[in-house]
């Protein structure tokens, strides 16, 4: 009796105070979904680290851990090597849980729960990544987007964007589009979905699907979008164009004389792109002119029969953030 009330007074401030401050710090690593009892790489614990032997003989060593989560992991003495490993006890998941940061305590002979234990070492347990979830897309199955179609080339006309679960190269996405269609397209890395080439009298809707795929090995890809685009002239809203809700204009009227057609265009559009026209198939009889600025002076020409706006020198934002133009259509059939 005066034996063990003895031991207790010694061991309790060794164990309570010196080792807790400088408690040895492993840290180890196991992939998500590796199967129950699977050992956690990277922390292997030599017994003479953790100054086992002081509190038990190598025998009667019995490791127990503490902690949020202690019960996923199992810790137990190697005694042929002298080292103390770690175990998972059910399969694991990253997108829950990441990681763990356990104490590691050390009791002799059994870790009943009224054995003495004593705290020997930290250890933080990462879980890493495997490529267990597929992309998906933030939006709806279906896109459907209808496009003025004077929209000015390299205009952004929709983003998609997908998200993925697990992190790293298993998270990166690219996006594809399929199948491809010379007017749009859709930057593989942002999933934006650019004007490249006219959509001025397209005779129907362009249809493609959108992919997001991960970088993972193997990688895995999302479910498609389907993204369909509809050209709407924009000769068929004049209210727009014109400002006012006159309907009763003549048939064989152009435009009327005021109206104003907007678009916004990116500075690096190159030269010798047309950024809109203004000859959609129904104003085949019309004549172009640009009458302002002086074509000397002005950044874009305007085609005599075609009525299509050209890009004739590098834009710069910075200089000439906005451009107005004067056109006169003339009617050739004499209105
Ligand atoms: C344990 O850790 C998890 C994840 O870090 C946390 O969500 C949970 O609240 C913690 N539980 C306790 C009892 O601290
Ligand atoms: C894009 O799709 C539309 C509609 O299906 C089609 O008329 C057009 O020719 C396509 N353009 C290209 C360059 O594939
Ligand atoms: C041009 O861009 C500005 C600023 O982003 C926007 O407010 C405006 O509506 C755009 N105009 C057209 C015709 O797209």
Redesign the pocket.
């Known amino acids: 009796m005066i034996w063990s009330v003895l031991l207790w007074c010694l061991l309790t401030p060794a164990a309570g105070y010196q080792t807790r401050e400088r408690l040895p710090f492993f840290h180890g690593h196991v992939f998500e979904n590796s199967p129950t009892a699977s050992k956690v790489n990277g922390l292997s614990v030599p017994v003479r680290r953790i100054n086992a032997q002081k509190w038990c003989p190598v025998s009667g060593m019995h490791f127990k851990l503490y902690g949020n989560g202690s019960e996923d992991f199992r810790a137990f003495a190697h005694h042929k090597r002298g080292n103390m490993l770690l175990k998972t006890c059910r399969v694991l998941d990253r997108e829950a849980r990441s990681e763990y940061l356990l104490s590691v305590g050390l009791c002799c002979q059994t870790c009943a729960s009224e054995s003495v234990v004593f705290e020997v070492a930290s250890v933080k347990v990462d879980v890493l990544d495997t490529n267990d979830h597929e992309p998906t897309f933030r939006s709806a199955g279906t896109v459907h987007i209808t496009l003025d179609d004077t929209t000015a080339l390299r205009s952004v006309v929709y983003r998609l964007e997908a998200v993925d679960a697990d992190s790293g190269n298993n998270a990166e996405l690219t996006y594809i589009s399929v199948p491809k269609?010379?007017?749009f397209y859709v930057i593989p890395k942002t999933g934006e979905v650019l004007l490249v080439?006219s959509i001025l009298g397209?005779?129907?809707?362009?249809?493609f699907h959108v992919f997001a795929r991960d970088h993972g090995w193997p990688p895995r890809t999302s479910k498609g979008v389907v993204v369909t685009i509809a050209p709407q002239r924009w000769a068929t809203r004049p209210a727009e164009l014109a400002g006012s809700g006159r309907g009763g204009r003549s048939p064989r009227a152009l435009l009327d004389p005021g109206a104003k057609v907007s678009l916004n265009v990116s500075e690096d559009a190159s030269v010798g792109s047309v950024i809109t026209s203004l000859g959609p198939s129904r104003f085949q009889s019309a004549a172009y002119e640009l009458v302002y600025p002086e074509s000397e002076s002005s950044p874009v020409t305007v085609g005599r029969d075609s009525g299509d706006i050209t890009i004739s020198r590098r834009l710069d934002r910075e200089t000439e953030p906005f451009l107005e133009l004067t056109v006169k259509i003339q009617d050739k059939r004499g209105v």
């Open positions: 269609n010379g007017s080439d397209l005779p129907s809707e362009v249809k």
